[in-house]
C-alpha cells in the first residue's frame, strides 16, 4: 500500500521501536518520515497546512474516557471511549472533531497495548462498555492501523469487555477475518444519500454502507445501526423516510441488535470552534438553543425528527430495540 | 474571510430597525440571519411577512422579544 492518503509522516522518537510503529510503516511502504519529540508539535501546529500528516506517537495522558451525557450507553452503567486513533479519515460537516481537532491529521498512538493495559484496571472493580471509534474510523483505517483487529482480538479474549466500533466504510473484505465475538458490535452510521453526499465528504453512500452491515452479520457480528445524528434540512422528512425503508429491504434477513437514533448535538466549545472555521456551513451556523453546555436543536424541531424516526422504526424495523439519545 | 466583519453585517438594516434590541437579542438575531443565509431562506419575504401580519415593526422590548421568536421559528423551525 502507498501512502497516499497521507502527505507527510512523523513518528515520535520514543514511538519509533514499537511494534505496532513497524508494522505500519511496512504497510505504508516504508515511506519517508520525520522524527519529532512530540506529537502535538505537528498536530496543535498553527500554521493553517492543508494536506494531511499521519503521526505515529504515545499517548501521554488518559486512554480510557468516561462516556459523555450526549452519547449513548446503551443502557450500559459504565461506558467509555477510547481514543486510540485521533481524527478521521473522512470530512464530515457536523462532526465535532471539527471542533477539537485543529487540523485533518492523524494520530495513530502506537502503545495500544498500554491502553488495554487501563482497561484490565478498570475491569477489576467492574464489566466495561468501550466505544472504541469515537474519534476516527478505525474500519476505514484498518489497512493503516490494523486496530480493528486488535479490538477482536482483545474483546474476544476479556469477557469483562464489549466493544463497540463505529464506522461508516463499505468494506466488507474485513468482517470474515476477523475473531468473532458476540460482545464486539459493529455499529454503522447509516445517512440518507443527500446528507452523505452534502454533508459527509469521502464517505461511501447508503448502499455501500447497507451491505457492509450484511458484511459484518453474515461473519457473525452483532450489528447495530446508527441513524445518528439527524439533520435538520428541508426536505427532511422525505429523505429519512426513504432511507429507513431502504434498510430495511436490504436487511431484511439480517438480524439487526439494536438501533441508535439522535438529532445533531454538539459540545458549546466545539460549536464555536466549528463557527469560526466554517462561517458558510448550514449546519455549524444553525442557531442551536445552548442546553446544559450542548448545543441541540430547540424541542419542537427535535421532537418532530425524533419521534418521526421512532413511528418510521416501528413500521420498518418493528421487535428491534431502539435508543434515542435523549 | 474575516469572522467579525462577516457577522457583523448579517442583519439586514431594515430588519434590525424594526425592533428594539438588547445587546443579546441582536446577537441571537445575527445567529438567526447567518444560519438564513446559509440555509437559503429569504430574509427580506420573512419580513414582510411578518409585517402583514403585524409583528413587526415591534416597538417596545416585550413585542421585539416576541418578534424575534416568531423569527426563530419561520427560520429555523419550518421545514
Not at chain 1, 258 to 279: A, C, E, H, V
Amino acid at each position: 500500500m502507498s501512502h497516499a492518503l497521507f502527505d507527510k509522516v512523523y513518528v515520535e522518537k520514543r514511538a519509533s521501536k514499537d511494534t505496532v510503529t513497524g508494522r505500519i510503516l511496512e504497510r505504508l511502504g516504508d515511506p519517508e518520515r520525520e522524527y519529532i519529540d512530540h506529537y502535538k508539535d505537528v498536530f496543535d501546529a498553527k500554521d493553517a497546512y492543508a494536506g494531511r500528516s499521519l503521526i505515529l506517537a504515545h499517548n501521554p495522558g488518559k486512554r480510557i474516557y468516561e462516556g459523555a451525557p450526549v452519547c449513548q450507553s446503551f443502557g450500559n452503567k459504565h461506558f467509555y471511549y477510547s481514543p486510540c486513533v485521533m481524527n478521521c479519515i473522512y470530512d464530515c460537516e457536523y462532526c465535532f472533531l471539527k471542533g477539537m481537532y485543529p487540523g485533518k491529521n492523524i494520530c495513530i498512538f502506537t502503545d495500544i497495548e498500554e491502553t488495554f493495559a487501563e482497561l484490565e484496571k478498570i475491569e477489576k472493580k467492574h464489566d466495561a462498555y468501550v466505544c472504541a471509534s469515537y474519534n476516527t474510523d478505525l474500519v476505514a483505517l484498518e489497512d493503516v492501523a490494523g486496530y480493528v483487529e486488535k479490538w477482536c482480538e482483545k474483546t474476544a479474549a476479556d469477557e469483562r469487555l464489549t466493544t463497540e466500533i463505529r464506522t461508516k466504510c463499505s468494506r466488507t473484505d474485513i468482517y470474515e477475518k476477523l475473531p468473532v465475538s458476540e460482545r464486539l458490535i459493529f455499529a454503522f452510521t447509516v445517512s440518507p444519500d443527500e446528507i452523505a453526499k452534502g454533508y459527509e465528504k469521502g464517505t461511501p453512500n447508503a448502499a455501500g454502507r447497507l451491505k457492509a452491515v450484511k458484511a459484518a452479520a453474515a461473519a457473525g457480528f452483532p450489528v447495530r445501526l446508527c441513524f445518528d445524528p439527524m439533520i435538520y434540512v428541508r426536505n427532511w422528512r422525505e429523505i429519512y423516510t426513504e432511507m429507513v425503508r431502504r434498510a430495511s429491504e436490504e436487511l431484511r434477513p439480517v438480524n439487526v441488535r439494536d438501533i441508535s437514533i439522535g438529532t445533531f448535538r454538539i459540545s458549546d466549545q466545539y460549536l464555536k470552534n466549528m463557527r469560526k472555521k466554517y462561517p458558510d456551513s448550514q449546519i455549524a451556523q444553525y442557531p442551536y438553543i445552548i442546553d446544559k453546555g450542548y448545543g441541540r436543536y430547540p424541542d419542537k424541531v427535535a421532537d418532530a425528527m425524533e419521534d418521526y424516526m421512532k413511528e418510521l422504526l416501528d413500521s420498518f424495523f418493528k421487535d428491534v430495540p431502539v435508543f434515542c439519545w435523549r | 474571510m474575516i469572522p467579525g466583519a462577516f457577522y457583523s453585517k448579517c442583519i439586514p438594516g431594515a430588519l434590525e430597525n424594526e425592533m428594539i434590541l438588547t445587546e443579546a437579542m441582536k446577537n441571537n438575531l445575527r445567529q438567526i440571519c447567518i444560519y438564513a443565509h446559509t440555509a437559503g431562506i429569504d430574509l427580506e419575504i420573512m419580513r414582510q411577512d411578518l409585517e402583514k401580519k403585524g409583528t413587526l415593526p415591534a416597538r417596545d422590548k416585550e413585542s421585539s422579544k416576541k418578534a424575534l421568536t416568531e423569527i426563530y421559528d419561520y427560520v429555523a423551525c419550518s421545514f
